[in-house]
């Protein structure tokens, strides 16, 4: 029996359950020097660099620190020796991501991580719906399993009802069709249900809910979505049909990785901001550098340490896994509460009050991979599906998949490939051969993504297309909306 992890776990509930207290910025270097001393992969790493910790006494010094990624310290060093003391046994479950390599990637975590992370639900369902006062159920619609999200979630829900919250959990995952079972027995015993999963299935859900009747205002509903940026039109069209009367205050994005749980979560602050730069694309690009709109959300300095590089986000934060100065390939940046508040008003927008908080923005992994149903679709799944016999033979190899909208604000996944010059292409024996290739290759399409949506939509398009593919340019195979 291990008495020290007994306190680390009792340490880590008493600070829960007490009132949140600011930490001394200087957090970031105490989980260096504390990695550093404890994590034999990343000392190994530093020996390796050159660096001799004691060396790193201020903030100059640690912004010289080496980027932690994927490849050059999770894949290259024994899953122990990226944990505290070398111990893999010091963590109590195992989540895993593929991530934007199209590999499942393990994170292993302890119980003490889930109670940071579980502050972020309690921003969220405390702060923003009241569920302290309010008997609400929360309807766990994220994947089950080894995959972060659905067993991560409910443990930080649950926790929020042990520290006192009238809130009781329910987790039928990504079923649909015993979701819409089990509402209709317990929602009428509760003043509001949150329905907690990725954009288009908790949709979809909404959408079949209307097709059998589903009575949704009855249910007060408030929704906490993750995975995928969206649009305000589509926060609007959902809340329409889900009876949600102020899109703003019940609706909640989370930031959130398989690496270190949520990282950062919308509040009706930050989606009262995100929705005046929503039609003012001129000044979104003056605030956020691009006239496209990206997910906004607030985050704790005193949790999360943020950084940019090179137009990429890169933290740092305590875990299963220490993560010092990590780089996760999210293309976004930071803005400060002041600074961004100051340009609302100059712009004559009085947001709606919330946290003094930081903010950091973000536009997705556009480069590597779309997400579609919170599943990470990569290209090379799709190239195997083009490779087939009968198939390869009458396309480039080239194509750009992208996640958009049709008119009823679903969620498509489409896959425009190039054909052969003289050749006849197939679009629906292609569309076929790629859905069995991502459901061989990809485990989380194959739980993720409802059976009816795993079809994509082929376009076909002649060999030197210029939208599509221009002759003379460094092709990409992903495309934003």
Known sequence: ?????????????????????????????????????????????????????????????????????????HERYPLPELCRGGRLENCDMIAVSSGSSGRPTIWPRALEDELHVARRFEQVLVDGFHADERTTLAVVCFPLGTWVGGLFTQ?????LAAKGCPITVVAPGNNKAEILRVLPELAPHFEQVVLLGYPPFVKDVVDTGLAQGVDWPAYRIKLV?????????WRDLVSRRAGIADPISDVASLYGTADSGVLGNETALSAGIRRFFADRPEQAREVFGDSRLPTLVQY?????????????????????????????????????????????????????PGPELPFVFLFGRSLFT???????????????????????????????????ENEDRDRLLRITVETAPGATADAVVIAEAVRTQLLRLNSEFAHYVPAERQLPEVVLRPAGDPEYFPAGVKHRYTRRP
């Not at 443990?155 to 926790?159: D, F, G, K, Y």
């Open 300 to 352: 704790d300095p005193a949790s999360r340490f943020f950084e940019v590089h090179d137009g990429t986000l890169v933290f740092t934060a305590d875990g299963g896994i220490p993560l010092i100065r990590y780089r996760i390939a999210d293309e976004g940046g930071l803005l400060e509460h002041a600074e961004l508040l100051a340009h609302c008003a100059r712009h004559g927008f009085t947001p709606p």
């Open 225 to 233: 979505l993750a995975g995928e940026v969206f649009s305000e039109q």
């Open 1 to 73: 029996m291990d008495s020290s992890r007994q306190n680390r776990v009792r340490q880590a509930f008493d600070d829960f359950f007490a009132p949140a207290e600011p930490k001394s910025p200087s957090w970031v270097l105490d989980l260096f020097q504390h990695t550093a001393a404890t994590v034999p992969a990343y000392r190994k790493l530093l020996r390796e660099n050159g660096i001799e910790p004691a060396g790193i006494r201020t903030f100059e010094d640690f912004q010289r620190l080496p980027l932690l990624e994927k490849a050059n310290y």
């Open 155 to 159: 443990a930080c829900v649950r926790h």
């Open 370 to 404: 779309v997400s579609f149903f919170g599943a990470n679709v990569h290209p090379e799944n799709v190239t195997v599906g083009l490779e087939q016999p009968g198939i390869s033979e009458t396309v480039t190899g080239k194509f750009v998949i992208e996640s958009v």
